[in-house]
């Protein structure tokens, strides 16, 4: 059960990436407005994607309410959440107003330190009765020379849960750049290791790419929606048992992390935003 207060006369529109070629893709979008639509918090909950339909460019002209709140479902700060989402939407920052609405930009849903439950909670799942005192924690960004944040994101939350003192190792990891996934058995002390994918849906990443690079696959498999790879663990390989979870973005709890981005808004950004529109 998600708890917040009733926003009368107030819209919601999550912001996704969709694939053309992956079904598998949209689909944690879908179930996030669903179980929020279910609250009755917002007016209008709705999705839209840049590479799907709905498409950021005509959602707004969908929404009837004069308060809207857009967050991007993405792992981190980036590219798109930096330029193509304002860009489509029109923003003009962290608030804009225009044709009677005021829409209200949040952070996306990576940022917030309510992730890190989620992460643990996922750790937790793929890998139950397994104790933490006696496990490797990998989380697996992309990664990649074009954009640091790709990579903050994950040792971000690294570094979080290390601190806890739950697992001996936690460590961040990466299919474009080192640390590299595929290196994962000779960097991990533990017998047990789980590995969680930081992204947000089971893509060709989490069901393809990262499987042949752990080595549970020889080759590319079938869609997420046809796979088994997240349901047979343990994997007995290189002397380890290692336990491989699904995409981050996939667990009911993110539903939370998005409204906890609408209240951190509240709490800071609209102020900024107030102060801006004064000056």
């Known amino acids: 059960m998600i708890f917040m207060e009733k926003r009368p006369g107030t819209a919601l529109v999550i912001v996704g990436h969709g694939s053309t070629t992956n079904p598998d893709s949209s689909e944690p979008n879908h179930l ?23 498409s950021m460019r005509e959602i707004l002209h969908s929404v009837s309410s004069p308060d809207v709140y857009i967050v991007p479902n993405f792992i981190s700060e ?7 989402i304002p860009r489509e939407l029109e923003l003009e920052g962290f608030m804009t107003r225009r044709n009677g609405k005021t829409i209200r930009y949040c952070e996306p849903v990576g940022n917030h330190s309510s992730m890190t439950e989620v ?13 933490e005192s006696e496990t490797s924690l990998l989380i697996v960004g992309h990664g990649t020379n074009l954009n640091d944040n790709s990579a903050k994101a994950a ?18 990891t990466y299919m474009e750049e080192a640390p590299l996934i595929s290196d994962w058995a000779s960097m991990t002390s533990q017998q047990n290791v ?3 994918p930081f992204f947000i849906s089971d893509g060709l990443h989490s069901y393809q790419d990262i499987p042949v690079l752990l080595g549970i696959r020889e080759e590319v498999g079938p869609a997420a929606s046809q796979s088994a790879v997240f349901k047979s663990n343990p994997h007995h390989l290189h002397g380890k048992n290692l336990f491989y979870g699904s995409a981050i ?8 992390v998005l409204l906890d981005q609408v209240r951190a808004f509240d709490l800071g950004k ?6 801006a529109d004064q000056n």
């Open 249 to 256: 973005g996939t667990d009911p709890m993110m539903a939370r």
């Open 155 to 172: 040792k971000s939350q690294c570094r979080i849960i290390s601190e806890m003192g739950l697992y001996p190792e936690v460590l961040p």
């Open 270 to 275: 609209r102020e900024i935003a107030t102060e």
């Open 32 to 54: 996030l407005a669903d179980a929020i639509r279910a609250q009755g918090i917002f007016d209008e909950v709705l999705c839209c994607f840049w590479k799907e339909e709905p």
């Open 119 to 131: 992460l643990l909670k996922r750790a937790r799942e793929t890998a139950p009765g397994i104790p």
């Open 78 to 84: 980036g590219y798109f959440t930096q330029t193509v």
């Open 194 to 196: 789980v590995v969680i």
